[in-house]
């Protein structure tokens, strides 16, 4: 039921197991690659055969190699590649550095992609500071939405600067894509393999490092707003779809300015409670986002209506230990508002422990999941014992009114 789309691995997979990867096209390039400044690690390139059966390269840096010789590599979109021993081909250094694609390179590549996919309408790309936007929808639409992309950005790095937890500028142009039709949203959601994502509004692709939006200006029809004003009337009446679109590029920033890291082990009611403590959309800020840690009436509605009905005595242990609630779609929605809650309650009341935590977190290993007894010692050494926060947390909650 998350939005924020892994591919699923056992702990016992976790030595570098096939992932459910992505379609094709990716660039085999070393011009433009030998920048100083990206000295730090040697590119590679590699060739594999994808789970399909198709030879492909990717040129990027190893971020892992398994003792079996498997191999998780970035390539230069920052795109996410876990090869096994027996899909790798070769492994060649042509003795330049890896570089991340330009926001040209990048949006070209994106786009060469949905062709191959195909069925899409005319694409455009647009680019901004951070963003490389594929569409095939309005430009009043792809405008409105990289400046709030934009603006969300600069307001997540400002927050979490005055928290006292320092980010950083993302490393690569974010793409996102923007699509006119909910057909072909449901089709990209299929090639990507997770169908299950096209039933809301949007997600983020961790191993893509993409997010993907249905124009959310358009109804039953597919229609686009052809104005920005239109744009902003059809967004002002919509903003349950804001919300998504909001809630998945907060995933997107935040696995990109390090605050979390793609394939380590991110517990979901973390990455889940940031993306919400954000959600709230300022449309009517041209530079600020005012709404940043907003009480989130729905969530608060929900988290109460579970707590009188339905929640059980060890809720923040199963919170905490596993991702399981997220996982099932019956228990899903409670789960999400007890992150909320935890999240704008930690947030709230204990800054520093909770970036503590946040670092403690970002620093886990690549593709090493935690135990449940291991989520909840990362947490108690964090805040505490779990009886004390939880009776702390519902004071709290109560108090919001
Ligand atoms: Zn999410």
């Known amino acids: 039921m998350s939005d924020l789309v892994f591919p699923q691995l056992t702990r016992r997979q976790a030595t570098l197991t096939l992932l459910a990867m992505l379609g094709p096209t990716q660039l085999c390039r070393s011009d433009d690659s030998n ?16 789970a399909s059966g198709t030879e492909r390269c990717v040129a990027g840096r190893i971020l892992l190699t398994a003792a079996d010789g498997g191999l998780l590599v970035e390539d230069r979109a920052g795109r996410l ?8 081909l070769s492994d060649d250094t042509p003795g330049d550095f890896f570089s991340p694609l ?28 951070h963003y490389v936007v594929v569409s095939d929808t309005g430009q009043p639409l792809v405008d409105w939405t990289v400046a709030m992309l934009e603006r969300l950005h600069d307001a997540f790095r ?59 200006t358009a109804g039953e029809a597919a229609s686009t707003a052809g104005t920005l004003g239109e744009v902003r009337r059809l967004v002002g009446r919509n903003s349950a779809s804001v919300t998504t679109v909001v809630h998945e590029a907060t995933h997107q920033i935040a696995f990109n300015c390090g605050m979390h890291r793609r394939y380590a082990d991110n517990p979901i009611w973390l990455t889940e409670g940031i993306a919400m403590y954000f959600e709230t959309p300022d449309l009517n800020s041209r530079r600020g ?14 988290f109460r209506e579970f707590a009188t009905k339905r929640r059980q005595p060890d809720s923040l242990q199963t919170l905490l ?30 800054p520093r422990e909770f970036n503590a935590y946040l670092l403690k977190i970002a620093a886990k290993p690549l593709l090493q999941w935690d135990q449940p007894e291991q989520r909840l010692s990362d947490f108690k050494d964090a805040f505490g014992d779990l009886p004390e926060t939880d009776r702390a947390m519902q004071q709290y909650l109560r108090r919001l009114g």
């Open 102 to 129: 330009s926001v040209e390179e990048l949006g070209r590549g994106w786009m060469d992609e949905l062709q191959a996919v195909g069925g899409f309408g005319t694409l455009t790309t647009t680019v901004s500071d």
């Open 81 to 88: 590649w876990s090869v096994t021993p027996e899909q790798l």
């Open 289 to 302: 986002w005012r709404t940043i840690g907003r009480v989130n009436r729905n969530r608060l509605n929900q």
């Open 158 to 216: 400002a927050f979490w600067s005055q928290q006292g937890f320092e980010t950083h500028d993302p490393e690569f142009p974010l793409p996102v894509v923007i699509l006119r039709s909910r057909e072909q949203f449901a089709k990209l959601a299929g090639h990507d393999r997770t169908p299950a994502s096209s039933q809301g509004q949007g997600y983020f692709l961790v191993t893509a490092n993409r997010t993907t939006l249905v124009d959310l």
């Open 35 to 50: 920048k100083p400044e990206a000295a730090a690690a040697p590119l590679h390139q590699i060739m594999l055969r994808d």
């Open 321 to 350: 230990d596993s991702n399981a609630r997220f996982a099932q779609a019956e228990t899903a929605i409670d789960a999400y508002s007890e992150a909320w809650a935890l999240t704008h309650f930690l947030i709230k009341t204990k």
